[in-house]
C-alpha cells in the first residue's frame, strides 16, 4: 500500500515538472516575441504578440511613405495592427498621399504630426476607435478627412493646424471630442454639424476655424469650454440650445459674423470672461433671469446692439463688460447689481452717462447708475428717474469685521426703513445708535431710520475683541475644564 502511494506521489510530481517547463517555455516565447524588432522594405516594426507587429518608424524621410497589412518575417507572417506613438513624428519630407493599411485599428499619439508634406485625402481605418492625441497635428497638406463611424473618441490636437482640410463631417458615433483638436483649421467650409452624442464642447476645439458659415450645436451638450469656437468668424446665426448651462470664458470671441439676436440659455448663471467679445454682428440681446453675473469684457466691441436690459437676479458687472457697444440707445441696470467694474476700466468705459440736469456727468458707480434707467445715444445719455421723491438709502460698513446688513433700499422722501445688522466675535458700534460696543459672539440686531432724505445713510462700524478679552474668555473655559477634571478624579478614587 505504502508502495502504491509513493507511485502516485512520483506521477504527480513529473506532471507537474511537465506543466512547469511548458508554461515557462511558452511564456519566454511571448517575451521573446514581444522583445523583437526587425525592420522590412525599410519600415521598422516591433512584435507585440504571435501574429502582430506595431510599426515603429522608417529608415528613411523623404518621398513616399509606404504601410503595408502584413509582413513576414523569419517565415511568420505577422499583421500589421498598430502605429506605435511619434513613430513618424516631424518626418516633413514625405510626400504624397498616406495610406494607412485597413487593418490598423491603433495609431499611437502623434505618431504622424508634424507630416506636412502629405497630401490628398486621409482616411482613417474603419477598425480605429479612437484617434489619440496631436496624430496628425500640423498635417497641413492634407485636403480631404475621412472619420469611419467606427470612431468614438477624438484626442486632443488630434488634427491641430490642418489648415487644408476644406470640409468635415464628424460622425455621430462619437461621443468626444478633446481640447483643441481642430484649433487653426481654416480651410474648413460650410456648415458644422456637432454630433448628437456629445456632452461637452471642450476648449479651443474650433478655434480659429473661420471657414465655417454655420453652426449647430445638438441639445445632448451642456457645456462649452474656453475658447470653444474664438475668431470662427465665419458663422452667420447662433442658436445656444437650452440644454447648455456653462459657457467658458473667451467661447466665442472673435465672431464677429453672428447676426440677429443673441439669447443667453436660461440655466447658464454667469457669463464668463470676454465670450461674446468682438461680436459686433448681434443686433440684440436677451439675458434671462437665471444669470447673477456678468464677467470682465463679456460683450466688449458688440457695437450691433440696440437697447439692453439686465435682469434682476444679476449682482455683479465686470470691468470692460459693454466697452464699444457704440449701438446702445437706451440702458436699463437693476438695483439688484452691488459690484460694478473698477473705476479705470468700468463696464460702460466709452459711454457718457449725464445726470438729470443733462450736463452733470456722473461717474460709473453703483450709486450712480444703479436702479434707473439711461436713455439716448452712447455718448450723451440723461439720468431719468421714474420717481424724482424717492431716494436710494445706502448701507456701507468701515473696518468691517464679519459685519453684514440688508441691501440696499428706494423708500419715499420723509419715510422711514427698517433694516438688520448682524455682527460675529466683535463689537458693534453704529451711526444710528451710538452706544458703547457690545461684545457678542453672534449680534442681530434691528434698526429703523426715520425722515429719508436725499443720499440717507447708515455707517456701520465694527472692531475684532481686544487680545485682552480674548485671553480673559480662554482662562474661563481652561478653569472650568480643570475644575471639571478635578471633580471627576475625586468621584473616581473615593469609588475605589
Not at 17 to 40: K, P
Not at 180 to 206: A, K
Not at 272 to 281: D, E, P
Request: hydrophobic fraction near 40%; include cysteine.
Amino acid at each position: 500500500m505504502r508502495n502504491e502511494k509513493w507511485y502516485i506521489l512520483c506521477i504527480v510530481a513529473i506532471v507537474l515538472s511537465v506543466t512547469a517547463t511548458v508554461l515557462i517555455s511558452i511564456d519566454e516565447t511571448s517575451s521573446d516575441a514581444a522583445d523583437t524588432t526587425f525592420d522590412f522594405d525599410e519600415i521598422n516594426y516591433e512584435v507585440v504578440s504571435v501574429t502582430e507587429v506595431k510599426v515603429t518608424g522608417a529608415n528613411y524621410s523623404t518621398g513616399t511613405l509606404k504601410l503595408v497589412s502584413s509582413v513576414v518575417y523569419e517565415g511568420i507572417t505577422y499583421h500589421v495592427t498598430s502605429i506605435g506613438e511619434y513613430a513618424f513624428y516631424d518626418f516633413s519630407g514625405f510626400t504624397g498621399s498616406l495610406t494607412i493599411p485597413s487593418s490598423v485599428t491603433t495609431i499611437g499619439n502623434y505618431a504622424f504630426g508634424g507630416c506636412l508634406g502629405f497630401t490628398g485625402t486621409l482616411m482613417i481605418p474603419s477598425g480605429v476607435t479612437s484617434i489619440g492625441c496631436g496624430v496628425f497635428a500640423g498635417c497641413s497638406g492634407f485636403t480631404s478627412l475621412t472619420i469611419p463611424d467606427s470612431v468614438t473618441s477624438i484626442g486632443e490636437w488630434a488634427f491641430d493646424r490642418c489648415c487644408g482640410f476644406t470640409s468635415l463631417t464628424i460622425p455621430d458615433s462619437v461621443t468626444s471630442i478633446g481640447n483643441y483638436v481642430f484649433e487653426g483649421c481654416f480651410g474648413f467650409r460650410g456648415t458644422l454639424m456637432i454630433p448628437s452624442g456629445v456632452t461637452s464642447i471642450g476648449c479651443g476645439v474650433f478655434a480659429g476655424c473661420s471657414g465655417f458659415t454655420s453652426l449647430t450645436i445638438p441639445d445632448s451638450v451642456t457645456s462649452i469650454d474656453d475658447w470653444a469656437f474664438e475668431r470662427c468668424c465665419g458663422f452667420t446665426s447662433l442658436t445656444i440650445p437650452d440644454s447648455v448651462t456653462s459657457i467658458g470664458d473667451w467661447a466665442f470671441d472673435g465672431c464677429s459674423g453672428f447676426t440677429g439676436t443673441l439669447m443667453i440659455p436660461s440655466g447658464v448663471t454667469s457669463i464668463g470672461c470676454g465670450v461674446f467679445a468682438g461680436c459686433s454682428g448681434f443686433t440684440s440681446l436677451t439675458i434671462p433671469d437665471s444669470v447673477t453675473s456678468i464677467d470682465d469684457w463679456a460683450f466688449q466691441g458688440c457695437s450691433g446692439f440696440t437697447s439692453l436690459t439686465i435682469p434682476d437676479s444679476v449682482t455683479s458687472i465686470g470691468d470692460w463688460v459693454f466697452c464699444g457697444c457704440s449701438g446702445f440707445t437706451s440702458i436699463i441696470i437693476p438695483l439688484s447689481v452691488t459690484t460694478l467694474g473698477s473705476g479705470y476700466c468700468p463696464p460702460f468705459r466709452c459711454m457718457t452717462f449725464y445726470a438729470e440736469d443733462g450736463s452733470t456727468i456722473l461717474s460709473q458707480t453703483v450709486e450712480n447708475l444703479c436702479g434707473y434707467t439711461f436713455v439716448g445715444i452712447y455718448s450723451k445719455m440723461v439720468r431719468q428717474f421714474s420717481d424724482a421723491s424717492s431716494y436710494k438709502v445706502s448701507f456701507s460698513s468701515e473696518y468691517g469685521y464679519n459685519v453684514f446688513c440688508e441691501t440696499s433700499a428706494t423708500v419715499s422722501s420723509g419715510g422711514s426703513v427698517t433694516f438688520t445688522v448682524s455682527v460675529y466675535d466683535g463689537y458693534i458700534l453704529n451711526s444710528v445708535d451710538p452706544t458703547n460696543g457690545t461684545l457678542a459672539s453672534t449680534l442681530t440686531t434691528t434698526y429703523v431710520l426715520s425722515d429719508i432724505t436725499a443720499d440717507s445713510y447708515v455707517d456701520i462700524k465694527a472692531y475684532a475683541p481686544s487680545t485682552s478679552d480674548t485671553y480673559v474668555i480662554v482662562g474661563v473655559a481652561v478653569a472650568v475644564a480643570i475644575l471639571c477634571l478635578s471633580v471627576a478624579l475625586i468621584v473616581f478614587f473615593k469609588k475605589k
